[in-house]
T-cell receptor, first 112, second 114 residues
Framework: EAQVTQNPRYLITVTGKKLTVTCSQN?????MSWYRQDPGLGLRQIYY???????DKGDVPEGYKVSRKEKRNFPLILESPSPNQTSLYFC???????????FGEGSRLTVL | GENVEQHPSTLSVQEGDSAVIKCTYS??????FPWYKQELGKRPQLIID?????GEKKDQRIAVTLNKTAKHFSLHITETQPEDSAVYFC?????????????FGRGTSLIVHP
């Protein structure tokens, strides 16, 4: 089954404790991206990657890191989480030429 | 960068009525305009899209129109049903390296009353 898988789905952590949210897709998509969803603000792009070893900042990259060492994986790293990073995070992927995004199920992160 | 404005933020209709959601964009390089539906607690999913070489596209009760000159596009839902209740996001996407980089609107919460 074609899918985008994120883990963990739910996480409560404390300020400053490094964490990684994993994202994996099995559709051989070139493009992968991370979004955060906050009430009233819609989906804001954090980082995106057009292919292996190619990453670019989105609209809200501060406090986040990413890497794309393999085509299928695109982890989101919060080196020192802060309460303003409490949000619902979505990973998404698409194949070149189409533009349609396939979203993961989302990861709800709470930073205390 | 691209800026997408979406209105209204909330839309309440009676079952059977039509619903219209409007978006404007700023970057003339954007040429792909998808609409995503997000049901409560679920992930966004594509429901319809339109490319800049087309003015209108229809899929059953859903249609999208695009006015490139005015830089606005709209989603039209006819004969609304309670299962249409969801948050709808528009996006304006610009091409880059064979992919499309989207900028999303802030979303419209559609409530269909039985």
């Amino acid at each position: 089954e074609a899918q985008v898988t994120q883990n963990p789905r739910y996480l409560i952590t404390v300020t400053g404790k490094k964490l990684t949210v994993t994202c994996s897709q099995n559709m051989n998509h070139e493009y992968m991206s991370w979004y955060r969803q906050d009430p009233g603000l819609g989906l804001r792009q954090i980082y995106y990657s057009m292919n292996v070893e190619v990453t670019d900042k989105g609209d809200v990259p501060e406090g986040y890191k990413v890497s794309r060492k393999e085509k299928r994986n695109f982890p989101l790293i919060l080196e020192s989480p802060s309460p303003n990073q409490t949000s619902l995070y979505f990973c998404a992927s698409s194949t070149q030429g189409t533009g349609e995004l396939f979203f993961g199920e989302g990861s709800r992160l709470t930073v205390l | 960068g691209e800026n997408v404005e979406q209105h209204p933020s909330t839309l309440s209709v009676q079952e059977g009525d039509s619903a219209v959601i409007k978006c404007t964009y700023s970057d003339s390089a954007s040429n792909y305009f998808p609409w995503y539906k997000q049901e409560l607690g679920k992930r966004p999913q594509l429901i319809i899209d339109i490319r800049s070489n087309v003015g209108e596209k229809k899929d059953q009760r859903i249609a999208v129109t695009l006015n490139k000159t005015a830089k606005h596009f709209s989603l039209h839902i006819t004969e609304t049903q309670p299962e249409d209740s969801a948050v709808y996001f528009c996006a304006a996407s610009r091409p880059r390296g064979g992919s499309y980089i989207p900028t999303f609107g802030r979303g419209t919460s559609l409530i269909v009353h039985p």
